[in-house]
């Protein structure tokens, strides 16, 4: 069963930075797509960033481009947010996710498997 772990989240102030990352197991990590996704309270879950399997392409949501950077290193079967001046609007529980596919994308349904979200709380 594909495990998907995220780790790194917490609470920071505005302008702040953290990073993210995720490991993966019993995957084929260097085949997968990945992706980062995040829902806010009340809110319904949304894209942030997606990685082609080999790294090559990579795609941001417009909140989050230019601040976040995502990258994965396929050795370590681990994926990494990069996330710089942090914004109130950024707290959100944030996801990692696969897809059975080397081809990255921002459409949600098409990402098989899902971790159980990391918590990222911006502060004032």
């Known amino acids: 069963q594909v495990q998907l772990i995220e780790s790194g989240g917490g609470l920071v102030q505005a302008g702040g930075s953290l990073t993210l990352s995720c490991a993966a197991s019993r995957l084929a990590f260097s085949s997968s797509a990945m992706g980062w996704f995040r829902q806010a309270p009340g809110k319904e879950r949304e894209f942030v960033a997606s990685?082609?399997?080999?790294?090559?392409?990579?795609y941001y949501a417009d909140s989050v481009k230019g601040r976040f950077t995502s990258f994965r290193d396929n050795a370590k079967n681990t994926m990494y947010l990069q996330m710089n001046s942090l914004k109130l609007e950024d707290t959100a529980v944030y996801y990692c996710?696969?897809?059975?596919?080397?081809?990255?994308?921002?459409?949600?349904?098409?990402?098989?498997?899902w971790g159980q979200g990391t918590q990222v709380t911006v502060s004032s």
């Open positions: 996710a696969a897809r059975n596919y080397p081809r990255a994308t921002s459409t949600l349904t098409s990402f098989a498997y």
């Open positions: 990685l082609s399997a080999s790294g090559d392409s990579t």
